[in-house]
Nanobody, 124 residues
Framework: QVQLAESGGGLVQAGGSLRLSCAAS????????MGWFRQAPGKEREFVAT????????YYTDSVKGRFTISRDNAKSTAYLQMNSLKPEDTAVYYC?????????????????WGQGTQVTVSS
């Protein structure tokens, strides 16, 4: 069992930055891939970024490439999402998730554990 807790969300002006953190319980975190997803009001949850167990492979949805960076510190059982040049359309609840495999993935259905989410609001 893995429990996840996101933090770092908040209100920021367009062009600003935020860093989200995802703290995981359990020693197995270092063996698992993880991802970030988001859900805006009235929309379905969408993939944002994913990282393999070692951090060696990352993948991003096109709309955040060049602006967001996913990383992880397995010694701290924590993953991060650095978000720069934020836009109003980035406003959403952001969720971190873990899948019980080393390979990263973009499909939410393939993730086994989820955090409670953290709100990110970008004002124009």
């Amino acid at each position: 069992q893995v429990q996840l807790a996101e933090s770092g969300g908040g209100l920021v002006q367009a062009g600003g930055s935020l860093r989200l953190s995802c703290a995981a319980s359990g020693r197995a975190f270092s063996n698992y891939a993880m991802g970030w997803f988001r859900q805006a009001p009235g929309k379905e949850r969408e993939f944002v970024a994913t990282i393999s167990w070692s951090g060696g492979t990352t993948y991003y949805t096109d709309s955040v490439k060049g602006r967001f960076t996913i990383s992880r510190d397995n010694a701290k059982s924590t993953a991060y999402l650095q978000m720069n040049s934020l836009k109003p359309e980035d406003t959403a609840v952001y969720y971190c998730a873990v899948r019980r495999t080393r390979r990263s993935g973009t499909s939410s259905g393939r993730y086994d554990y989820w955090g409670q989410g953290t709100q990110v609001t970008v004002s124009s």
